[in-house]
């Protein structure tokens, strides 16, 4: 085992994988092959890394989640227990479709809350919050707030996972770091410090 890396002696961690300095594998966790996990990412107990799955610095995965081939996280994404992703978008046991593969893409600093369904093919932008149960069903832009199932979009987040209030010009603060965010064209983007 590299020392720049902890795997619980219950993890496999098949050939071919890029595992970055102070990652965390705990218990019953299979890291299949060719797959690529940043710097200091915790993955939980029973985590199933499907091959060729890659992950950003500073990931979350907790217990129970299942990434499959085709997603790609960017840098500090929370993984909710439980959440999965899919990779084929009409499955059958019959029907070999490994070909077929849909990719998701996740950006950076968004969180996928506990049981949420991604259903693949589908991106979520930088800092969305997905709901704990939630359905994803198509894209979700950035900082959105998507909750229920299907998931439908009911208002916008900080970075800081604060949902947003806009006055009338637009604007909004969050309550915990004070940036600011503009809503413009059904689009926020955060206003840089003066």
């Not at 940043?38 to 985590?47: A, H, P, R, S």
């Not at 997905?130 to 979009?153: D, H, W």
Request: aromatic residues 8%.
């Amino acid at each position: 085992m590299d020392a720049n890396y902890y795997a619980h002696p219950s993890a496999i961690i098949d050939e071919g994988c890029e595992i970055g300095e102070g990652t965390k594998i705990w218990h019953f966790t299979h890291v299949m092959p060719n797959c690529k996990l940043g710097k200091k990412c915790n993955l939980g107990q029973n985590v199933v890394i499907s091959p060729e799955v890659i992950l950003g610095d500073n990931v979350k995965v907790q217990n129970n989640v299942s990434i499959y081939s085709g997603v790609t996280c960017d840098d500090d994404v929370f993984l909710g227990p439980s959440m999965v992703f899919t990779n084929v978008i009409n499955p059958r046991s019959a029907v070999n479709r490994r070909d077929q593969y849909l990719k998701t893409h996740v950006g950076k600093g968004a969180s996928i809350g506990a049981n949420a369904t991604i259903v693949c093919g589908h991106d979520i932008g930088e800092f969305a919050f997905i709901g704990a149960g939630a359905v994803v069903t198509k894209t979700v832009p950035a900082f959105a707030l998507v909750v229920g199932n299907p998931a439908r979009q009911t208002g916008w987040m900080s970075e800081y996972g604060h949902k947003l209030k806009f006055d009338a010009s637009g604007i909004a603060e969050c309550p915990e770091s004070k940036e600011k965010y503009e809503l413009k064209n059904n689009k926020v983007t955060k206003i840089a410090a003066a």
